[in-house]
């Protein structure tokens, strides 16, 4: 069977598709015969060798993808052969706070991830996947959703009639927007497109505000809000964005730190929190128990995610180059079989 494989530190000239032995199930182990997959930025990172961690290398790529159960070991009682599972993110965090995860256990970085025809997982790693959703959907899920929706619910505690603001148009950020306009929330969009801001409000938003001709977006914010600010900040953007994400929250809301598309140095005055009595908080994606969550919520409001462009999974590097441009909107997706 062939599996992309990252076998040294030199970045993308490194990722090669190999051929690896067939995997067979451990006692607690399922094999997946994985049917799609999806990429996040993560991936690009670990891949180009950028990534703030270094991992044991070889390593196979990828935290997000979804398979049909071909084979299981001799205790596995979650799931079975022919059900269609999605990989948890984190191998092994069940449920309860970020505390209850394993360090050392996110997939596609430092275990082996989803770029492969067949992978052999822990069955405590094992979602199973939405009926309403095809395979390239079920496939964007395991991080960017989960993430998206850890924020909102479990942290966040959304309410109907709260408000929230996306930044960006990207995998977390419109997977925020579905989820918050699902739960009956107001919520803010902020691109660099027009384009791009047409089809957030096609989704829902309430209000879109481009960051390029609006730098000072925390201005109509908090117009918006009767200037009280939002509840709940999904934050993307780490040093470039960070100033404006205190001006739009609300005091004693949430500011979701996810990301930092715009470097990873910057500068932060404690004083500016303080004055918002803001509530910041670093993301680590979510548990399966918030995965399930999540996907029950998606299967009542028969939510779909926003699938921008379909590569073969062959053409990981093309489907990589398609995200660092920026263009696209929502998730890339990979299709591995049928
Ligand atoms: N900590 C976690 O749990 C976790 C989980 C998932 C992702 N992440 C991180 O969160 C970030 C977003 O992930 P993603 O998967 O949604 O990425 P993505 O799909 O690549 O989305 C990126 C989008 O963000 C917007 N953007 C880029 N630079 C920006 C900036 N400087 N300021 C504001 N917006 C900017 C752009 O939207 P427009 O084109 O509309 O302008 C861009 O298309 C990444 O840094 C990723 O590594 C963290």
Not at 284 to 299: C, P
Request: hydrophobic share 45%; charged share 20%.
């Amino acid at each position: 069977m062939k599996a992309f494989l990252i076998s040294g530190p030199g970045g993308l000239s490194d990722l090669q598709i190999v051929e690896r032995p067939m995997p067979t199930p451990r006692r607690h182990e399922v094999v997946l015969r994985m049917l799609a997959a999806s990429i996040n930025y993560r991936d690009l990172e670990i891949c180009s060798g950028t990534f703030h961690t270094k991992f044991p290398l070889p390593l196979i790529p990828l935290s997000d993808g979804v398979g049909e159960v071909v084979a299981v070991g001799e205790d596995v009682r979650r799931v079975k052969v022919g059900d269609r599972v999605c990989t948890a993110y984190w191998a092994r965090w069940v449920g309860g706070g970020i505390h209850m995860s394993e360090v050392g256990t996110q997939r596609g970085g430092p275990i082996d991830g989803s770029a492969a025809e067949f992978i052999s997982i822990d069955e405590q790693a094992c979602v199973h996947a939405p009926k309403h959703l095809t395979n390239l959907e079920a496939a964007t899920l395991p991080c960017a959703a989960v993430t998206a929706y850890q924020a909102l619910v479990p942290e966040g505690n959304l309410h109907a009639g709260d408000t929230v603001l996306v930044q960006g148009t990207g995998g977390v950020s419109i997977f925020a927007l579905q989820f918050a306009v699902a739960a009956g929330a107001k919520v803010f969009v902020t691109s660099s497109s027009d384009e791009k801001l047409a089809k957030a409000k096609a989704l829902g938003a309430a209000a879109c505000i481009n960051y390029r001709t609006t730098p000072d977006w925390s201005a109509p914010v908090l117009d918006l809000t009767d200037g009280k600010g939002v509840d709940q900040v999904i934050e993307v953007g780490g040093p470039t964005t960070f100033a404006q994400s205190l001006k739009a929250v609300r005091r004693g809301g949430w500011i979701h730190v996810v990301g930092y598309l715009g470097g990873n140095d910057g500068l932060i005055n404690p004083l500016d929190i303080f004055r918002r009595q803001a509530k910041v908080r670093g993301s680590a994606v979510g548990s399966r128990e918030t995965f399930e969550a999540m996907n029950r919520a998606m299967e009542v409001n028969l939510i779909h995610p926003a699938v921008d462009k379909v590569f073969p999974w062959t053409d990981l590097k093309a489907a990589f180059a398609h995200l660092q441009s920026g263009a696209h909107f929502g998730k890339i997706a990979l299709h591995i079989a049928d």
